[in-house]
Nanobody
Framework: QVQLVESGGGLVQAGGSLRLSCAAS????????MGWFRQAPGKEREFVAR????????AYADSVKGRFTISRDNAKNTVYLQMNSLKPEDTAVYYC?????????????????WGQGTQVTVAS
């Protein structure tokens, strides 16, 4: 069993930056692929970024490519999402998720564990 707790959300002006963190419990964190997703009001949950168990493979949604960076520190059982050049359309609740299959996926249905989410609001 893995528990995930996100932090780092908040209110920021357009063009600003935030770094989200997702702290995981459990000894098997280093074997999980990890992903970040987001959900805006009235919209479906959408893929943002994923990272493989070793950090060697990452992937991003086109909407955030070049602005967001996913990383992980297996010694700290933590995955990060650095968000730069934020836009109002990035406003959403951001969730991290863990996938037992080592690599993560853009399909939220492939993930085994989810955090409770952290709100990110970007003001124009």
């Amino acid at each position: 069993q893995v528990q995930l707790v996100e932090s780092g959300g908040g209110l920021v002006q357009a063009g600003g930056s935030l770094r989200l963190s997702c702290a995981a419990s459990g000894r098997t964190f280093s074997t999980y692929g990890m992903g970040w997703f987001r959900q805006a009001p009235g919209k479906e949950r959408e893929f943002v970024a994923r990272i493989s168990w070793s950090g060697g493979t990452t992937a991003y949604a086109d909407s955030v490519k070049g602005r967001f960076t996913i990383s992980r520190d297996n010694a700290k059982n933590t995955v990060y999402l650095q968000m730069n050049s934020l836009k109002p359309e990035d406003t959403a609740v951001y969730y991290c998720a863990a996938d037992k299959s080592y690599y993560g996926d853009s399909d939220p249905g492939k993930y085994d564990y989810w955090g409770q989410g952290t709100q990110v609001t970007v003001a124009s």
